[in-house]
């Protein structure tokens, strides 16, 4: 549903090929935002990008790679001349028991999720405090508050995003840029759909809304933070997540 206040915003979504990132790349495109969706598979974002109507352009980014985020980065703020909002969703999963887990899956878990939320904010923070206005929106999760067994890797690096949005929002509210964090719960996506009835039915009882939140769910809470109604929040994270971490 179109949105008042985004017309012609500039909207760069990470990890906005599918699921989450591709509800909120739709919303912002409907509400007259001009999005970039970032991918790390160049043809997925072009496929997701060709299916939004509206000013969606869609560019290839591992957001672990610091030299590309520059690059990638520095070529959407030269063409749009600022950025006024960063959602920063790309993130990956690599679950198992400690025990079991390998360094390097640690690794890929901790650089995609916490390294590339902390290279994007960074790569849009110039032109923010420049224009000095913004909104950085990071995705983290409820097992970034709660943790979740099998999921180690995954609940550090979405409580490490927490920790870095708190300490960023205090570095730079003086030029009225406000970082916040959206924690959703299950999200009927790609992945959830892919578990079994047994699987379903065992989360679903951990949740007092008693279902799925949806992709729309957090697009919305995603405009809430980066419209005109939030601009005295910063450094806050809001659950999505129909009761699941109370």
């Known amino acids: 549903m179109p949105v ?3 017309e012609n915003k500039r ?3 990470t990890g906005g090929s599918r699921g989450i990132g591709e509800q909120v790349a739709r919303a912002f495109a409907s509400s007259g ?3 970039a969706i970032l991918a790390r598979n160049e043809e997925k974002a072009k496929e997701a990008a060709a299916a939004i109507p509206g000013d ?4 290839g980014l591992d957001v672990a790679d610091e030299a590309a985020v520059n690059e990638v980065f520095g070529q959407i703020l ?3 001349d600022g950025c006024d909002v960063l959602v920063n969703n790309a993130g990956i999963t690599r679950d198992k028991l400690v025990p079991m887990l390998k360094a390097d899956e640690w690794d890929q878990v901790m650089n995609t999720n916490l390294r590339g939320t902390f290279l994007c904010a960074r790569a849009v923070l110039r032109a923010m405090l420049k ?3 913004g909104r950085i929106i990071n995705i983290t999760s409820v097992v970034g508050l709660n943790g979740n067994a099998g999921q180690a890797n995954y609940s550090a690096s979405k409580a490490g995003i927490i920790g ?4 960023l929002a205090r570095e730079v509210a003086s030029r009225s840029v406000t970082v916040n964090c959206i924690a959703p719960g299950l999200i009927d996506t790609d992945m959830t759909q ?5 699987q379903r039915e065992q989360i679903m009882g951990q949740i007092p809304m008693k279902r799925f939140g949806t992709g729309d769910e957090i697009a919305a809470a995603t405009q809430f933070l980066a419209g005109e109604g939030a601009t005295y929040i910063t450094g806050e994270v809001l659950r999505v997540d129909g009761g699941m971490a109370m």
Do not use: C, H, M, P
Request: glycine content about 4%.
């Open 4 to 6: 008042d206040g985004f």
């Open 11 to 13: 909207v760069i979504i």
């Open 33 to 35: 935002a001009r999005v």
């Open 56 to 59: 969606v352009s869609a560019w």
């Open 78 to 80: 030269e063409q749009w």
């Open 131 to 133: 224009q000095r206005s």
């Open 164 to 167: 870095f949005t708190k300490s």
């Open 194 to 198: 892919a578990l079994n009835d047994k």
